[in-house]
């Protein structure tokens, strides 16, 4: 069965640095592209950044460009997300994502990551 | 960035309906065009990806059709557990953008 579960997420001050996990088992996850796609409450899905099988290639949204990096440890079935000088808009629900056929066919269930003073 | 442009936002249904929500491209997708269904409180699901492949274990009362700039989700006869939100994503070009997303509610 796949999963795919995030952590890491939680209450931190603007400017601050966070790392999110997502831990994936149940498929061969160094074949899959892998997606993280984001939703501030009440708002719709708004996709942040994916990654290639291998790690080489990275491509991120403009909103978080510079400030956010997708990787992975393929070793340890692991995707991350490590995000700097986080403000208010970045408030949201953030999921991982599995791609299949230019598409997320899997998602995790969400990690909450709040920027509150 | 490609826009993707949903209409209506929001629709009130009854269950046995025919339920149809639009998706319209900023410029040809061809059809890299994806359909979600996200209830309250959990994580999106993907329903039908590539515009008309509808995926494993989604009834067949879902439907996608549509190519290049405009795209169509049916439902053909409204279930209880249909009420939800849909988002259509294109996946032609990065950043892979969600239209804004269209509520079915029970009328």
């Known amino acids: 069965e796949v999963q795919l579960v995030e952590s890491g997420g939680g209450l931190l001050q603007p400017g601050g640095s966070l790392r999110l996990s997502c831990s994936a088992s149940?498929?061969?996850?160094?074949?899959?592209?892998m997606h993280w796609v984001r939703q501030a409450p009440g708002k719709g899905l708004e996709w942040v950044s994916r990654?290639?099988?291998?790690?080489?290639?990275?491509y991120t949204a403009d909103p978080v460009k510079g400030r956010f990096t997708i990787s992975r440890d393929n070793t340890k079935n692991t995707l991350y997300l490590q995000m700097n000088s986080l403000g208010a808009d970045d408030t949201a629900v953030y999921y991982c994502?599995?791609?299949?056929?230019?598409?997320?066919?899997?998602w995790g269930q969400g990690t909450m990551v709040t920027v509150s003073s | 960035d490609i826009q993707m442009t949903q209409s209506p936002s929001s629709l009130s249904a009854s269950v046995g309906d025919r339920v149809t929500i639009t998706c319209r491209a900023s410029q040809s997708i061809s059809t890299y065009l994806n359909w979600y269904q996200q209830k309250a409180g959990t994580a999106p699901k993907l329903l039908i990806s590539a515009a008309s492949g509808l995926q494993s274990g989604v009834p067949s009362r879902f439907s996608g059709s549509g190519s290049g700039t405009d795209f169509t989700l049916t439902i053909s006869s409204l279930r209880p557990e249909d009420f939800a939100t849909y988002y259509c994503?294109?996946?032609?070009?990065?950043?892979?953008?969600f239209g804004q997303g269209t509520k079915v509610e029970v009328k």
């Open positions: 990654i290639n099988s291998d790690g080489s290639s990275t």
């Open positions: 994503q294109q996946s032609y070009s990065p950043p892979w953008t």
């Open positions: 994502g599995r791609n299949k056929a230019a598409a997320v066919d899997f």
């Open positions: 149940g498929f061969t996850f160094s074949s899959y592209w």
